[in-house]
Structure formats: C-alpha cells, structure tokens
C-alpha cells in the first residue's frame, strides 16, 4: 500500500511547476526509505518467509535453501558466502537453532557489510557522475543539488552530456528548481571543454559545490570511456579542491549493475554509488554484491523522480527494509 502511495505521490510530483526558493523536505528520511524499499522487502521478504513456513529447524538444508534466496536477490555468490558463514557461526556459538531469529541475524550482516564511514565532505567540492544511460544521473544530480542548496551551499552544474539533445535544457530545470547556477555548451560540443569552463566559473563565483553531467551514451563504449578519460585529465589538472566521483546505478537492472562498475572502473577511479529507483524495483540487493566485490559504498539512493526523493544511504533502513 506503502508503496502505491509513493507511486501516486510522484506522479503528481512529476506535474510540479518549477520553483526558485527550495523549500524543506517533509517526509520522514526513514519513511521514505522504507516506501521506497517496499517492493525489495516483498520480493525478498517473500522468499524468505515462504522459507521460514516451511522450515522451523536451523539445518544445513535450510542454509542451502537460504543461499539460493540470496543469490536470487542479487546479493552474488561472495557476498552471500560471507553472509551465510555469519549466520552459520552465529547459529553455532549462540546455540540458535529455530527459524525465528533469521530475520534478525541477516539485517545485522547486510547491515555490517553496507556500514561504512560517512565521508567528511570539504568544500569546495567536485562530484563527477557517471554511469550508462537512463539510469538516472541527470535526476540525481538535481537532487544533490537541492540537498546541497538546502544546506546553504552555492551549488554550480556543468551540463558535461552534449551527446543527447535535450540533455542540457534537462539540466537547466534541475538547476531551477534546486536554485543552483549552471554551465551550458551547444549541442554536440566538447564535453571536456564544457567541464573546463564549469570549473572556471566555480573558482571564479566561489562555488561550493560543483555536480558534473556526463553522457551514459555515445557512438560506442570506446568513444564513452575515451570521453570519460579526458573528462578525468581535465579535472586532474584544474581542480585542486576535494573530487568525488559517483557511479549512478538503476536498482532495477539488478546483476548488470556489476558489470557496469567494472567498465566504469576501468575508465575512471569511483568513490561511490548513488542506487536509484529503489522506489519501483523489487531488486537492490545487488549493492550488496557491489560492496563485497568492490568496496564501493552506497551514498545515496532514489526513491523517486521529485526534488525531494534521494536519501543519505543508512545500512540500518537499508537492511531492515531489505528483509
Ligand atoms: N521512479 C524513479 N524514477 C527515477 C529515479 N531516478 C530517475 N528516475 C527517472 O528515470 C528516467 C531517466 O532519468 P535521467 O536522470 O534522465 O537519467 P540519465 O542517466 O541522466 O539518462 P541519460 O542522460 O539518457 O544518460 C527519468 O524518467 C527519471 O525521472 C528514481 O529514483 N525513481
Ligand atoms: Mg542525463
């Protein structure tokens, strides 16, 4: 129902008109999560609870049949190793031996392997974004911007995807609607050059932080990477401040998530994950996999398409409303 209702809720944000003053968020962060998650914690929820009717004994059979529930949330072989030898020790050395504490026993090892250390944001500020296309960049970067503006911060966007036409004009209402400044080319232009003049202007208007656009598609994956490399040498070379770069990563793709990381890694060095539409997918468990395989952390995720719909990433809410 939770859920239905966060579907309603954005389509009548979607019919939103656009304002300059951003106003503070209303919802609760963890009621947010929890409406976003809900389809994750029904599909593996689900799963788990059909288990547990059938199985009251904690046996090796049950953890067989646990791994596969894992496995098919997406969580990946070595992650979902890691979590069922957890399980198994916990079992063992504190004598658990019905069904019922499982629940509680997996939150505690998602949430362990989720936890990392918030990191000490320094201002000025570059956030690089990348990651294929449709995932939901753009989207995430306006909303970054309106968090980071409700902060008090000057917020500056360069629009680095000149591949897509309308790329840009997107842009532009993001940086409306969040009150943030942005640098614009035409179409088709240089994405480096766009990005160099971006960095300019945030010296030279004392930006705080600076969120840059990159395409998720270009002719081919070559052209993308040669792109993202010479997007990475100009940042390297005119920017001195702190440098974050996010990967954007659609929970509902599930397992490609993976291989995406390692093409993006390839090209560029990421520092972390923004997990969007967690609103309407019963997957997400892959962040798991991700962290394990990784050590890539979960910075934020989206839990819809308005202004308001992006959370800091808490392992706790993750967890809980995981399973
Ligand atoms: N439900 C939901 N939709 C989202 C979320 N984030 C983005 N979207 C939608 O996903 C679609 C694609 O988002 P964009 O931000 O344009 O994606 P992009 O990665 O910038 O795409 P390209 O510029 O084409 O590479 C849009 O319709 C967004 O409104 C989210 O967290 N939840
Ligand atoms: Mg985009």
């Known amino acids: ?154 917020v500056l966007l360069a629009a680095g995807d000149t591949f897509r036409a309308a790329a840009a004009e997107q842009l532009e209402v993001w940086a409306e609607r969040s009150g943030a400044q942005v640098v614009r080319h035409g179409e088709g232009a240089d994405s480096a050059a766009v990005i160099f003049d971006a960095l300019s202007a945030a010296r030279a208007r004392g930006v705080d932080v600076c969120i840059c656009d990159t395409a998720g598609r270009l002719q081919n994956k070559k052209n993308l990477m040669d792109e993202l490399a010479k997007v990475g040498r100009i940042i390297d070379r005119n920017w001195e401040g702190e440098k974050q770069t996010y990967i954007v990563l659609d929970a509902t793709t599930g397992q490609n998530a993976i291989s995406q990381v390692k093409m993006f890694n390839e090209a560029t060095k990421l520092d972390g994950i923004v997990l969007t539409k967690l609103d309407g997918t019963a997957k997400g468990g892959v962040a798991v996999a991700i962290k394990e395989e990784f050590d890539l952390n979960v910075r934020y995720v989206g839990v819809g398409e308005g202004k308001e719909d992006l959370l800091v990433f808490d392992p706790e809410d993750y967890s809980a409303n995981i399973i």
């Not at 809720?9 to 947010?32: F, I, N, R, Y």
């Not at 998602?110 to 320094?122: N, W």
């Not at 449709?134 to 995430?140: D, I, L, Y």
């Open 1 to 154: 129902m939770a859920f239905l209702w966060s579907k309603k809720k954005q389509e009548s944000e979607g019919a939103e008109t656009v304002t300059d003053t951003p106003e503070k968020p209303k919802t609760s962060l963890l009621g947010k999560m929890a409406q976003g998650l809900m389809r994750t914690r029904s599909s593996l929820g689900q799963k788990l609870g059909n288990l547990l009717a059938y199985y009251d004994k904690i046996d090796d059979e049950f953890f067989e049949e646990l791994e596969a529930v894992l496995i098919s949330a997406d969580m990946g072989v070595v992650a979902t190793e890691k979590i069922i030898n957890t399980v198994r020790e916990r079992c063992k050395n504190e004598k658990i031996s019905d069904t019922a504490r499982i629940h509680e026993l997996l939150r505690g090892c998602i949430s362990d392997i989720m936890r990392a250390e918030a990191p000490d944001e320094v201002y000025p500020l570059l956030i690089l974004v990348v990651g294929v296309n449709g995932v939901g960049k753009t989207t995430a970067i306006g909303k970054m911007a309106y968090r980071y503006s409700l902060m008090g911060k000057k």
